[in-house]
């Protein structure tokens, strides 16, 4: 199976189910481009692949083009490092799916994030039950550009159960 490089994003016309599956080696390509286009370049995910990446790692691929992922650090910490959706996608409810996935193959344990006080997706993290346990000032200084909008502080969210 041959995944789309990002120049060719562009869905032809035959529609096709979104698949969900966890991280392979044929992704960090393009998982690694879609991190880089949504938080910050350098991010280098290859290591999920030795933490249960079958317990830690949603992808979500539309046509072998890889349009949501979601990581969790191990299966250990429980701690969302990564969850991001390609720009285009962004209302067709990937996130959601990615994140009720790793909850459901995470079940009783607790699992905490970090989100940029300014993002959106707090909404999507509210409504599976997350809450705010700590204010961050800071959080992203050494990974946002200066120019970001997006603010450099942060709230530690989490999920109890």
């Known amino acids: ?15 096709a189910p979104i698949i969900y599956e966890c991280l392979q080696s044929r992704h960090l390509p393009y998982v690694h481009d879609l991190l880089a286009r949504v938080f910050w370049t350098g991010i280098d995910v290859t290591d999920s692949l030795q933490y249960s990446p079958e317990k830690c790692t949603v992808i979500a691929t ?6 949501g992922v979601a990581i ?4 250990q910490e429980t701690y969302i490092t990564y969850l991001a959706v390609r720009a285009g996608w962004e209302n067709s409810q ?6 009720y996935h790793l909850i459901q193959l995470n079940p009783n344990k607790d699992i905490t994030l970090h989100v940029s006080v ?3 997706a707090m909404l999507l993290y509210n409504r599976f039950g997350f809450k705010a346990e700590e204010f961050v000032v800071g959080f992203y200084e050494d990974y946002l550009d200066p120019q970001s909008r997006a603010s450099k502080n942060a709230f530690r969210l989490r999920l109890r159960r």
């Open 1 to 15: 199976m041959k995944l789309c490089s990002p120049d060719q994003d562009q869905p032809d016309q035959s529609s």
């Open 62 to 67: 539309y046509k072998h083009l890889v349009v």
């Open 72 to 75: 969790l650090s191990s299966p």
């Open 94 to 99: 990937i996130a959601t799916s990615m994140l």
């Open 118 to 120: 300014n993002n959106p």
